[in-house]
Nanobody, 125 residues
Framework: QVQLVESGGGLVQAGGSLRLSCAAS????????LAWFRQAPGKEREFVAGITWNGGNTYYPDSEKGRFTVSRDYSKKTMYLQMDSLRPEDTAIYYC??????????????????WGQGTQVTVSS
């Protein structure tokens, strides 16, 4: 089993920054893929960024390239999401997820079998 706990969410003004953290515990996941998703009220959960735990290869949807940066600290078993130039439309609950079967960083929730509880990010205009 893998446990994921997000933190770092909060209220920020448009144009500001936040850094989310996802602390992992449980069995080793050297060959996992990790990702950040978000879900706004009334919308589907969408892929925000992903990273392979072992190689640190990063992936982003075209819409977020340049504003969000995903990284991981191997020794702390923690993944981060640095979010800059935040917009009101970034308001959502942000979740981290782990794919324990392979290192594919998929954009669909179907690729991930472990999820955190989420952290709220609210961007005011």
């Amino acid at each position: 089993q893998v446990q994921l706990v997000e933190s770092g969410g909060g209220l920020v003004q448009a144009g500001g920054s936040l850094r989310l953290s996802c602390a992992a515990s449980g069995r080793t996941f050297t060959y996992y893929a990790l990702a950040w998703f978000r879900q706004a009220p009334g919308k589907e959960r969408e892929f925000v960024a992903g990273i392979t735990w072992n190689g640190g290869n990063t992936y982003y949807p075209d819409s977020e390239k340049g504003r969000f940066t995903v990284s991981r600290d191997y020794s702390k078993k923690t993944m981060y999401l640095q979010m800059d130039s935040l917009r009101p439309e970034d308001t959502a609950i942000y979740y981290c997820a782990a794919n324990s079967h392979n290192t594919v960083v998929g954009t669909s929730i179907k690729h991930y079998d472990f999820w955190g509880q989420g952290t709220q990010v609210t961007v005011s205009s």
